[in-house]
């Protein structure tokens, strides 16, 4: 029996695209902090967040890393990512890279988050 669906063949994983949870939280965080209020709870709700979650997140209280958690948030951002386990990680931080669709996203990220790191306070992130 043949199937009509395409499958694409798993390619190795380009590693230029591709960033760290630290980054990425960092980006998040001050997305989510630049919100009016009200804002935050009507983002949960449209993109069905647990509202706690996100709060913690942008607070940096979370008790626990949200991997699979800030990929959902990217994607609300207009990020397409996929999250993949990094064999080579050393510690809890780089368990997970986030795996960019391109170049020209990537570099969109890269260049917001380095204007979110030039206008905030090191002491602040």
Not at 19 to 32: D, H, M, N, P, S
Not at 42 to 50: G, R, V
Not at 54 to 82: H, P
């Amino acid at each position: 029996m043949s199937s009509s669906v395409a499958t694409a063949p798993w390619g190795f994983p380009n590693p230029d695209l591709s960033v760290g949870y630290t980054e990425v939280l960092r980006y998040i965080q001050y997305r989510l902090k630049v919100l009016g209020h009200g804002q935050l709870k009507a983002f949960c709700n449209q993109f069905k967040f647990s509202y706690n979650t996100v709060v913690n997140l942008k607070n940096g209280t979370s008790k626990r890393k949200e991997y699979l958690q800030l990929q959902k948030i990217l994607s609300a951002l207009s990020f397409d990512t996929t999250a993949s386990l990094n064999p080579l990680a050393t510690s809890e931080e780089n368990k997970y890279l986030y795996l960019f669709a391109g170049i020209e996203e990537l570099n969109k990220f890269k260049e917001q988050l380095a204007y979110i790191d030039q206008i905030t306070p090191p002491s602040s992130r």
